[in-house]
């Protein structure tokens, strides 16, 4: 099974504080996999990492099997690494399409100009609109994103991310604030874009224990900084020391 994305040694310090020790982490193609660990884990600073927020100070990012370690963020997403984040990150006043056609211009590799052929327009016009069908955002096309609801504006994000043609698509909590019926809905879209095979490789970081193991097949936990196990969701949640750490107990995966 070909990997897509992996880390190598990945270190990041912080003063005298070290967030990321030496962390290997492996995501298979065809794969959702869940990365969880208690508060202050180290579990943001790893995505920062791979997504080239931050630089590391020891170890390598590898994504389709090119060294991307020393890529701008912006240079990352434009190959197909693309993220969510924790905390919802929509353009509130501009409408719902608007959002997703500034996402999709990453997709066709091309910075907004005023100059550009207008069929390039039409084009990303067109992208936009089969993307709000596929995550039934199209009755508020034209609604300013931020007087959607919580849950809408969590499912206007992942249209977004699509917009700009993942390869890989890393999820930060994508159920953060959201209700129990919301979360259902999310989960729900999640995952049936990964089995129409429109988005086939996932990084997810998620703290409730249900969406996670209903949607991943394999678990990193991270503890400190360090990786203490990494294997199929259910070996995962049946490992004691996983349960001690973080899970608090037996849970049925």
């Known amino acids: 099974m070909a990997v897509v994305l992996k880390t190598e040694g990945l270190v990041k310090r912080f003063g005298g504080v070290l967030a990321t020790n030496h962390v290997d982490f492996a995501l298979n193609e065809g794969e959702i996999k869940g990365l969880?660990?208690?508060?202050?884990?180290?579990?943001?600073?790893?995505?920062?990492?791979?997504?080239?927020i931050y630089k590391p100070d020891?170890?390598?990012?590898?994504?389709?099997?090119?060294?991307?370690?020393?890529?701008?963020?912006?240079?990352r997403?434009?190959?197909?690494?693309?993220?969510?984040?924790?905390?919802?990150?929509?353009?509130?006043k501009l409408s719902v399409h608007e959002n997703v056609r500034l996402a999709a211009h990453v997709g066709f590799a091309e910075t907004v100009s005023a100059f550009r052929d207008i069929r390039t327009f039409r084009q990303v016009s067109e992208r936009v609109d089969q993307i709000l069908e596929l995550i039934d955002l199209i009755p508020f096309?034209?609604?300013?994103?931020?007087?959607?609801?919580?849950?809408?504006?969590?499912?206007?994000?992942?249209?977004?991310?699509?917009?700009?043609?993942?390869?890989?698509?890393?999820?930060?909590?994508?159920?953060?604030?959201?209700?129990?019926?919301?979360?259902?809905?999310?989960?729900?879209?999640?995952?049936?874009?990964f089995d129409d095979g429109i988005?086939?490789?996932?990084?997810?970081?998620?703290?409730?224990?249900?969406?996670?193991?209903?949607?991943?097949?394999?678990?990193?936990?991270?503890n400190y900084g360090e990786?203490?196990?990494?294997?199929?969701?259910r070996e995962?949640?049946?490992?004691?020391r996983v349960q001690e750490v973080y899970l608090g107990g037996p849970v049925n995966a």
């Open 236 to 240: 995962v949640c049946d490992d004691a």
């Open 227 to 233: 990786v203490i196990k990494d294997g199929p969701t």
């Open 77 to 92: 997403c434009r190959k197909g690494l693309v993220r969510t984040y924790q905390i919802s990150s929509v353009f509130p």
């Open 141 to 193: 096309r034209d609604e300013p994103a931020g007087e959607i609801s919580q849950g809408d504006q969590r499912l206007l994000e992942v249209a977004m991310a699509l917009g700009s043609n993942p390869k890989v698509l890393l999820l930060d909590e994508p159920t953060a604030g959201l209700s129990a019926k919301e979360t259902g809905t999310l989960v729900e879209k999640i995952q049936g874009l």
């Open 36 to 52: 969880i660990g208690p508060n202050g884990a180290g579990k943001t600073t790893f995505f920062n990492l791979i997504t080239g």
């Open 199 to 222: 988005i086939r490789n996932v990084v997810l970081v998620e703290h409730d224990i249900e969406v996670l193991t209903g949607l991943a097949h394999s678990i990193c936990v991270l």
């Open 58 to 75: 020891g170890g390598r990012v590898i994504f389709m099997g090119e060294d991307i370690t020393n890529l701008r963020a912006d240079q």
